[in-house]
């Protein structure tokens, strides 16, 4: 079975510092992969999500990903991080081809120095 | 983007009793909505595949007779933990797809908080 590993459980950075969260999964093909951003009292929101094509994915608010095969990495990205970025972020593979089925890493919790 | 909501987003109940969680799609319809739960601390794990105006889909390991999952509409779909007990107490998301780019985009609600007592 696929999985999605994340190891980093808790990250902090200063305001205005590049940020790079990890993800690895654990599959045999290339699955679909996904970033998703959980705040309180919200639902997670996609950042960004690779199929295929250009290996370096652009998202919202700032946050890129680069595909790596030969590591089986799907990292996100920030150049510059902002106060408001603190929250949990969730790495996800899907194996079935539709987007639908999730399976999630466990999580990266960002906390950003002012 | 597409809005998906929950209610209630917190609830508590005592051991035994049965509680029922609404997932609405707000401005889109829906034919599938999956639901997760979430433990302390923990990743979302993928629970069921709810199917409009047919049978849910349970993942291994689920209980379906536990938590019933009723799709009665292409806008509603409804998780009931029958029988709560305090090991049933989590953080229950549900989640709805639209179509886009070839594939799903995934629409999460905010989350139920389930405390049984």
């Known amino acids: 079975a696929q999985s999605v590993t994340q190891p980093d459980i808790h990250i902090t950075v200063s305001e205005g510092a590049s940020l790079e969260l990890r993800c690895n999964y654990s599959?045999?093909?290339?699955?679909?992969l996904f970033w998703y951003v959980q705040s309180p009292g919200q639902g997670l929101q996609l950042l960004l999500k690779y199929f295929s094509g250009d290996t370096l994915v652009q998202g919202i608010k700032g946050f890129e990903a680069e595909f790596k095969r030969s590591q089986s990495s799907f990292n996100l990205r920030k150049p510059s991080v902002h106060w408001s970025d603190a929250a949990e972020y969730f790495c996800a593979v899907d194996v079935t081809g539709g987007g639908n089925k999730l399976t999630f890493g466990t999580g990266t919790q960002l906390k950003v120095e002012l | 983007g597409a809005v998906v909501s929950q209610h209630p987003s917190w609830v508590i109940c005592k051991s035994g009793t049965s509680v029922k969680i609404e997932c609405r799609s707000l401005?889109?319809?829906?034919?599938?909505m999956f639901w997760y739960r979430q433990f302390p601390k923990q990743s979302l794990m993928l629970m069921a595949t709810s199917n409009e105006g047919s049978k849910a889909t349970y993942e291994q390991g689920v209980e379906k007779d536990k938590f019933l999952i009723n799709h009665a509409s292409l806008t509603l779909s409804t998780l009931t933990v029958t029988s709560a007990h305090p090991e049933d107490s989590s953080f229950y998301i549900c989640?709805?797809?639209?179509?886009?780019?070839?594939?799903?985009?995934?629409?999460f609600g905010p989350g139920t908080r389930l405390t049984v007592l």
């Open positions: 989640s709805a797809p639209t179509s886009g780019s070839g594939t799903d985009t995934q629409y």
């Open positions: 401005d889109f319809q829906a034919t599938t």
């Open positions: 599959y045999g093909a290339t699955p679909y």
